[in-house]
């Protein structure tokens, strides 16, 4: 009888082995695939998507290799901060031009003008994390980490995949996101919706939300229709709570450049701070439930 199980469990890690292993490939060659085109014209959607599909991996690997024993997480983590970087310019910089478009045809000259400032200085900080990523980028993705993952899907992967618990990593990614979502309601309750430390903990139930989502998204194939459905929750929480995040983020971009830098009078700026808290407390009204 137990010979019988060890023969069924030979049969089971193949197939999971060649499911893994399709996964992770086509993941891998988008990130490879997308980190060169970023690298020759900084194209907006080749550096979100290189983005993406680096989270996606990190995503599988701590489910594969908790322990971090391929080497392969920090670089491929290195790579995604690079990325991210210049993608959170990228989309500041979109942002504040179509804010300065409405103000502008809504009558709302001096707020327009402090949408341009915003990014023109956005600019040039996105200029600084260009010529960062270029520097650092080929030092961290290269033929030598092409090596290692070669070795890895080779000499690894079969027995991280039979070991692999999928469904049990999003159980235990899911209870950390009830704790955070609990750690925001109290802070709420305590300091305030709107204040900076219900702000932050509700920051954190996104970050939460965002890894079931990549976790049910990038091993679909582990899982049931049930799981995959929550999935499609995770991913409208994101979305909602992306909103709030994008607008308490503006706030304190404006705030870290001040009314001097955005050569803002007293009164265009507190007008200018006033809209800015309006806007954020509306993506608020639109949480409701987590």
């Not at 998507?49 to 594969?64: E, G």
């Not at 305030?192 to 990038?218: D, P």
Request: hydrophobic share 35%; with cysteine.
């Amino acid at each position: 009888m137990g010979r019988e199980h060890e023969n069924e469990g030979a049969a089971v890690a193949p197939e999971q082995t060649s499911l893994w292993s399709e996964a992770l490939g086509e993941l891998y060659a988008e990130f490879r695939r997308r980190s060169r085109a970023a690298l020759k014209d900084y194209d907006e959607e080749d550096i979100h998507q290189a983005r993406v599909s680096a989270r996606k991996l990190l995503t599988l690997l701590q489910v594969l290799d908790p322990d971090e024993q391929t080497g392969l997480y920090r670089p491929i983590k290195r790579a995604q901060k690079r990325f991210g970087r210049v993608r959170d310019a990228d989309v500041l910089i979109g942002e504040f031009k179509e804010l300065r478009k409405q103000a502008k045809n809504e009558g709302r000259d001096a707020e327009a003008a402090l949408f341009k400032r915003m990014a023109k200085l956005e600019k040039e900080e996105r200029r600084g994390q260009r010529k960062k990523l270029s520097r650092k980028l080929p030092k961290i993705v290269n033929k030598g980490l092409d090596r290692k993952w070669k070795a890895f899907l080779e000499e690894s992967l079969p027995e991280l995949a039979a070991e692999a618990d999928v469904r049990g990593s999003l159980r235990e990614l899911k209870d950390d996101y009830r704790k955070r979502r609990h750690v925001y309601q109290v802070t709420a309750d305590r300091e305030g919706r709107y204040s900076e430390e219900a702000l932050n903990a509700l920051h954190q139930v996104r970050i939460a939300a965002k890894r079931c989502r990549y976790t049910a998204e990038a091993a679909s194939f582990a899982l049931d229709d049930k799981q995959l459905q929550e999935a499609e929750r995770f991913k409208d929480v994101q979305k909602r709570l992306g909103e709030v995040n994008d607008r308490h983020v503006r706030i304190q971009i404006a705030e870290a450049y001040g009314p001097e830098a955005l050569e803002a009078d007293e009164e265009s700026w507190q007008g200018f701070r006033e809209r800015l808290d309006e806007e954020l407390k509306a993506a608020l009204s639109e949480v409701r439930e987590l």
